[in-house]
C-alpha cells in the first residue's frame, strides 16, 4: 500500500501520518489563473488536502471520447493536480460515476441516463426519475450490466490521465467510490430496483440468503407457489401481520447488497485503472440511516464517511450527536479515523440557507462527537454555490479567519490523536431500520427527506402492530429516546451503535442498551452475549424478541441468560436506571445546566482531560454550569478568554447557537 488509514488520518508510508483536512475546489468551474491562488489561500487556511470531483459528463466530448485540456484549458485535472502538489496539498480524488456538485444529471452523460439500458426501473418497469433542479432526469441502475460497462470505461480514462500522480509521485492519496449512493434519492422501499438485472441479482440473493432451499424460501414467505427462478420482489407494502413481514424485509435486506455490491464492482474498476494501493472512500448522505446504505456491508470501502449539512438549532444538534457518535464507534472499532466526507461551508442555492454560524456550528459540534477530520464542501466558491470561505478568485473572506484558527487550535491540541469517551452505548438493530424502511408510511417520498428534516420513526411509519403488543419500530424508538434523555441529563457520555456493526463497536462499553422489539438476529445476540463475556452489562428491551432480524418466527428461543430484560413500562424508569447504573459501573458524568447546553469531553491516552466543548444550540445567549472532575480551567481554544472553577462549577458562556473550543487546564 502506498498510503494506509489510521485512527488519526491517513499514514503517508514515510514517517507522516496526515490529518484528514480537506477542502473542495473544482479545477473546471475556475479559469486556470485562479487554480494556484486557491489553492494556496487553502494551504493558508491549514487545510491539508484539496478534495475535487471529476465529472465524467463535463469531460466526455462522445462516447468514449474526452478533453482532458486538450481544448478546454480548464479541464486540465492533472495541471490542477500538479500545482497542488507543488503547493503542497494532498488530493482526495472523487472520479464519480454520480458526482452530484449540483451538476446536470448529477454529472453523468446525457447519452447514459437516456440508455434504457441503464435506467432504474420502476414496479411498473418505468425509468425511475428524480424532479431535481435545473432537470429531472432517469437515474441509472446498480444493477445495470450496461452501466457498469460505461462506468468501467470512464475510470479506464481517468487512469489513463492521472494514476501517475498517485502518491508519492503526485498528490492523490485517497479516492472516492461513487457519491451519495442512496439510490439517487429515489431510494424508496418500492421505487425502484425493478430492472432485469437487479431482478436476476434478486433472485440470486435469495437462493444465497435461503442456501437453495426452496422450501426455507416458501415457509419463510408463507407461499407454497415460489420458485427461485420467478419468485417476484414485491411491489409496493402490503402486510397486516408478522408472517407477511418477510418478503418485504427481505426486499429491503436486497437494496442493502445491491449497493455494497455495486460499490464492490466499482472500487474493483478503480484499482484496475491504476489507483491500486490507495485507500477507497464513500459518502453517505443526510438521513443516511433511513437509507439501504448499510455501512456493515461496505467491505469493499475503507473509509465510509457522512455528509453534513446541519442548521446551528436543537433538532439539528441532536441529528449531529446521533449520526456522529455511531460514526465514530464504527470508524474506531476499525481503526479508522471518522470522516466528515462533506461538512457544508455554504450551501446550494436550492438548498435551505445555512449562515456561518449554521456552518460552524455543525463542523465543530461533530467535532465534538467524535469526529477526527473532515472536507469543508466548498472551501472556494464557485457557480452553483453560496457561502464559502474562499471566493471565486482565491481571495479569503472574513469568515476563512474561523476556521484558520479552528485548524489551529485542532494542531496545536494534537485533536486528531484524541478520544471521547463513550461508556454507554444504545444499539439500534439493522432489522428495526429495515422494518423501518418498509413500513413508511409516506409512499415515494424517501424515508431520507423525513430524518433530515428532523422526523422520527413515531412520525414517519405506519401505526400498525402486526398481531404484536405495540407496533415495533415506535416502541423501540420510543425506548431508546428515553434512556437517551436520561444520559443526557445526568451528563453521561453515551453513543450510538449499529446492530451489524457492534461487534466493532463496542471497546470501551460498560453498559449497552439494545432495542428489541420487532425481531433480532441471532448474530446481534451472540455478539451481545460477547459484550457481557468481556465485562460489559447488557440491557434489552422493551421485550424478548420472538422474532429474526426477518421477523420470522425464531427456531428457538432467545438466550437472555445474562442480560437484564427492562420492559421499561413507564418512560421514567430510565432516570432511575441511569442513576442507578451510574453508581454501580462508576459511569464518568460531565453534567452542564441548562438541560439544551451540551458539554463533550475528549482526553488522551492517559485519561486525562484535554479539551472540551460547551454546545449552545439554542437561539439565546446562557451561562452554562459545568461540572468537570479534575478540571480547574478552561482556556478558549479558538478566541481569547479564560474561565476558571467558581465553587463546584465552571461557569462558561455560550452564546446563541455556538460551540466553544476549550483546552482543558488539570487541577
Given at each position: 500500500?502506498?498510503?494506509?488509514?489510521s485512527p488519526h488520518g491517513l499514514d503517508l508510508c514515510d514517517g507522516e501520518v496526515l490529518p484528514l483536512w480537506a477542502g473542495a475546489m473544482h479545477y473546471w468551474r475556475?479559469?486556470?489563473?485562479?487554480?494556484?491562488?486557491?489553492?494556496?489561500?487553502?494551504?493558508?487556511?491549514?487545510?491539508?488536502?484539496?478534495?475535487?470531483?471529476?465529472?465524467?459528463?463535463?469531460?466526455?466530448?462522445?462516447?468514449?471520447?474526452?478533453?482532458?485540456?486538450?481544448?478546454?484549458?480548464?479541464?486540465?485535472?492533472?495541471?490542477?493536480?500538479?500545482?497542488?502538489?507543488?503547493?503542497?496539498?494532498?488530493?482526495?480524488?472523487?472520479?464519480?460515476?454520480?458526482?452530484?456538485?449540483?451538476?446536470?444529471?448529477?454529472?453523468?452523460?446525457?447519452?447514459?441516463?437516456?440508455?434504457?439500458?441503464?435506467?432504474?426501473?420502476?414496479?411498473?418497469?418505468?425509468?425511475?426519475?428524480?424532479?431535481?433542479?435545473?432537470?429531472?432526469?432517469?437515474?441509472?441502475?446498480?444493477?445495470?450490466?450496461?452501466?457498469?460497462?460505461?462506468?468501467?470505461?470512464?475510470?479506464?480514462?481517468?487512469?489513463?490521465?492521472?494514476?501517475?500522480?498517485?502518491?508519492?509521485?503526485?498528490?492523490?492519496?485517497?479516492?472516492?467510490?461513487?457519491?451519495?449512493?442512496?439510490?439517487?434519492?429515489?431510494?424508496?422501499?418500492?421505487?425502484?430496483?425493478?430492472?432485469?438485472?437487479?431482478?436476476?441479482?434478486?433472485?440470486?440473493?435469495?437462493?444465497?440468503?435461503?442456501?437453495?432451499?426452496?422450501?426455507?424460501?416458501?415457509?419463510?414467505?408463507?407461499?407454497?407457489?415460489?420458485?427461485?427462478?420467478?419468485?417476484?420482489?414485491?411491489?409496493?407494502?402490503?402486510?397486516?401481520?408478522?408472517?407477511?413481514?418477510?418478503?418485504?424485509?427481505?426486499?429491503?435486506?436486497?437494496?442493502?447488497?445491491?449497493?455494497?455490491?455495486?460499490?464492490?464492482?466499482?472500487?474493483?474498476?478503480?484499482?484496475?485503472?491504476?489507483?491500486?494501493?490507495?485507500?477507497?472512500?464513500?459518502?453517505?448522505?443526510?438521513?443516511?440511516?433511513?437509507?439501504?446504505?448499510?455501512?456493515?456491508?461496505?467491505?469493499?470501502?475503507?473509509?465510509?464517511?457522512?455528509?453534513?449539512?446541519?442548521?446551528?438549532n436543537p433538532t439539528e444538534h441532536w441529528a449531529i450527536l446521533r449520526r456522529t457518535t455511531e460514526l465514530a464507534c464504527r470508524c474506531e472499532g476499525r481503526g479508522r479515523?471518522?470522516?466528515?466526507?462533506?461538512?457544508?461551508?455554504?450551501?446550494?442555492?436550492?438548498?435551505?440557507?445555512?449562515?456561518?454560524?449554521?456552518?460552524?456550528?455543525?463542523?465543530?459540534?461533530?467535532?465534538?462527537?467524535?469526529?477526527?477530520?473532515?472536507?469543508?464542501?466548498?472551501?472556494?466558491?464557485?457557480?452553483?454555490?453560496?457561502?464559502?470561505?474562499?471566493?471565486?478568485?482565491?481571495?479569503?473572506?472574513?469568515?476563512?479567519?474561523?476556521?484558520?484558527?479552528?485548524?489551529?487550535?485542532?494542531?496545536?491540541?494534537?485533536?486528531?490523536?484524541?478520544?471521547?469517551?463513550?461508556?454507554?452505548?444504545?444499539?439500534?438493530?439493522?432489522?428495526?431500520?429495515?422494518?423501518?424502511?418498509?413500513?413508511?408510511?409516506?409512499?415515494?417520498?424517501?424515508?431520507?427527506?423525513?430524518?433530515?428534516?428532523?422526523?422520527?420513526?413515531?412520525?414517519?411509519?405506519?401505526?400498525?402492530?402486526?398481531?404484536?403488543?405495540?407496533?415495533?419500530?415506535?416502541?423501540?424508538?420510543?425506548?431508546?429516546?428515553?434512556?437517551?434523555?436520561?444520559?443526557?441529563?445526568?451528563?453521561?457520555?453515551?453513543?450510538?451503535?449499529?446492530?451489524?456493526?457492534?461487534?466493532?463497536?463496542?471497546?470501551?462499553?460498560?453498559?449497552?442498551?439494545?432495542?428489541?422489539?420487532?425481531?433480532?438476529?441471532?448474530?446481534?445476540?451472540?455478539?451481545?452475549?460477547?459484550?457481557?463475556?468481556?465485562?460489559?452489562?447488557?440491557t434489552m428491551g422493551p421485550r424478548v424478541p420472538e422474532l429474526d432480524g426477518a421477523m420470522r418466527p425464531l427456531r428457538r428461543p432467545v438466550n437472555v441468560v445474562g442480560?437484564?430484560?427492562?420492559?421499561?413500562?413507564?418512560?421514567?424508569?430510565?432516570?432511575?436506571?441511569?442513576?442507578?447504573?451510574?453508581?454501580?459501573?462508576?459511569?464518568?458524568?460531565?453534567?452542564?445546566?441548562?438541560?439544551?447546553?451540551?458539554?463533550?469531553?475528549?482526553?488522551?491516552?492517559?485519561?486525562?482531560?484535554?479539551?472540551?466543548?460547551?454546545?449552545?444550540?439554542?437561539?439565546?445567549?446562557?451561562?452554562?454550569?459545568?461540572?468537570?472532575?479534575?478540571?480547574?480551567?478552561?482556556?478558549?481554544?479558538?478566541?481569547?478568554?479564560?474561565?476558571?472553577?467558581?465553587?463546584?462549577?465552571?461557569?462558561?458562556?455560550?452564546?446563541?447557537?455556538?460551540?466553544?473550543?476549550?483546552?482543558?487546564?488539570?487541577?
Amino acid at each position: 500500500m502506498r498510503v494506509r488509514l489510521s485512527p488519526h488520518g491517513l499514514d503517508l508510508c514515510d514517517g507522516e501520518v496526515l490529518p484528514l483536512w480537506a477542502g473542495a475546489m473544482h479545477y473546471w468551474r475556475h479559469p486556470p489563473r485562479d487554480w494556484r491562488v486557491g489553492l494556496e489561500a487553502m494551504k493558508k487556511m491549514g487545510l491539508r488536502l484539496v478534495d475535487t470531483y471529476v465529472p465524467w459528463g463535463v469531460h466526455e466530448t462522445a462516447p468514449g471520447q474526452y478533453d482532458f485540456g486538450e481544448r478546454d484549458p480548464r479541464l486540465n485535472v492533472a495541471r490542477f493536480l500538479e500545482l497542488a502538489h507543488e503547493v503542497g496539498l494532498r488530493c482526495l480524488l472523487r472520479p464519480g460515476p454520480h458526482i452530484n456538485a449540483e451538476l446536470t444529471f448529477f454529472g453523468l452523460p446525457e447519452r447514459i441516463v437516456w440508455d434504457p439500458q441503464c435506467q432504474a426501473r420502476t414496479p411498473g418497469g418505468h425509468p425511475v426519475m428524480l424532479p431535481i433542479v435545473p432537470v429531472a432526469f432517469p437515474v441509472p441502475s446498480y444493477a445495470s450490466e450496461a452501466f457498469f460497462e460505461e462506468t468501467s470505461r470512464w475510470y479506464q480514462a481517468v487512469g489513463e490521465r492521472l494514476s501517475r500522480l498517485c502518491w508519492p509521485d503526485g498528490p492523490i492519496v485517497l479516492v472516492q467510490v461513487d457519491n451519495e449512493g442512496a439510490l439517487y434519492f429515489r431510494d424508496g422501499q418500492y421505487d425502484q430496483d425493478y430492472h432485469p438485472d437487479a431482478v436476476r441479482a434478486f433472485r440470486d440473493f435469495l437462493r444465497a440468503k435461503y442456501r437453495r432451499n426452496a422450501k426455507a424460501l416458501r415457509n419463510s414467505w408463507d407461499d407454497e407457489t415460489l420458485g427461485f427462478a420467478t419468485v417476484e420482489p414485491p411491489k409496493s407494502f402490503d402486510a397486516r401481520e408478522t408472517r407477511e413481514l418477510s418478503r418485504h424485509v427481505d426486499w429491503a435486506e436486497f437494496h442493502e447488497q445491491l449497493l455494497s455490491s455495486a460499490m464492490e464492482r466499482m472500487a474493483a474498476s478503480l484499482k484496475e485503472a491504476g489507483f491500486s494501493g490507495l485507500p477507497t472512500t464513500h459518502n453517505l448522505p443526510l438521513g443516511e440511516s433511513a437509507t439501504p446504505l448499510n455501512p456493515a456491508r461496505l467491505t469493499a470501502i475503507d473509509l465510509v464517511g457522512l455528509d453534513y449539512y446541519h442548521a446551528a438549532n436543537p433538532t439539528e444538534h441532536w441529528a449531529i450527536l446521533r449520526r456522529t457518535t455511531e460514526l465514530a464507534c464504527r470508524c474506531e472499532g476499525r481503526g479508522r479515523p471518522a470522516f466528515g466526507a462533506e461538512v457544508g461551508a455554504g450551501f446550494p442555492p436550492f438548498f435551505s440557507p445555512l449562515d456561518e454560524h449554521d456552518s460552524m456550528y455543525a463542523l465543530i459540534a461533530a467535532l465534538a462527537y467524535g469526529l477526527r477530520g473532515f472536507n469543508l464542501y466548498m472551501a472556494v466558491e464557485r457557480d452553483r454555490w453560496i457561502g464559502a470561505p474562499i471566493d471565486p478568485h482565491g481571495r479569503p473572506r472574513p469568515m476563512a479567519q474561523r476556521y484558520t484558527r479552528l485548524l489551529a487550535a485542532l494542531d496545536q491540541s494534537g485533536f486528531h490523536k484524541l478520544r471521547r469517551r463513550a461508556p454507554v452505548r444504545l444499539v439500534v438493530p439493522r432489522a428495526l431500520r429495515r422494518l423501518a424502511r418498509v413500513t413508511h408510511a409516506f409512499g415515494p417520498l424517501t424515508p431520507a427527506l423525513f430524518h433530515v428534516a428532523g422526523a422520527g420513526w413515531r412520525e414517519t411509519v405506519l401505526e400498525r402492530d402486526f398481531g404484536l403488543d405495540a407496533p415495533p419500530v415506535m416502541a423501540a424508538e420510543a425506548y431508546l429516546r428515553a434512556f437517551e434523555r436520561a444520559l443526557h441529563a445526568r451528563g453521561v457520555p453515551f453513543a450510538y451503535t449499529g446492530g451489524e456493526t457492534v461487534e466493532h463497536s463496542i471497546e470501551g462499553a460498560q453498559w449497552i442498551v439494545c432495542a428489541s422489539a420487532g425481531g433480532l438476529k441471532p448474530d446481534l445476540v451472540q455478539s451481545l452475549h460477547a459484550a457481557r463475556e468481556s465485562g460489559a452489562l447488557v440491557t434489552m428491551g422493551p421485550r424478548v424478541p420472538e422474532l429474526d432480524g426477518a421477523m420470522r418466527p425464531l427456531r428457538r428461543p432467545v438466550n437472555v441468560v445474562g442480560i437484564e430484560i427492562e420492559p421499561l413500562d413507564d418512560l421514567a424508569r430510565a432516570d432511575a436506571l441511569v442513576a442507578r447504573r451510574i453508581d454501580e459501573l462508576r459511569l464518568p458524568t460531565w453534567p452542564v445546566d441548562p438541560v439544551d447546553a451540551y458539554v463533550a469531553v475528549h482526553e488522551d491516552e492517559t485519561g486525562t482531560p484535554r479539551v472540551v466543548f460547551v454546545m449552545n444550540p439554542t437561539p439565546n445567549d446562557a451561562v452554562a454550569r459545568v461540572s468537570l472532575a479534575g478540571v480547574s480551567a478552561l482556556v478558549d481554544a479558538l478566541s481569547e478568554g479564560r474561565v476558571a472553577r467558581a465553587g463546584g462549577a465552571l461557569e462558561v458562556s455560550a452564546p446563541a447557537r455556538t460551540v466553544r473550543m476549550m483546552v482543558a487546564e488539570a487541577s
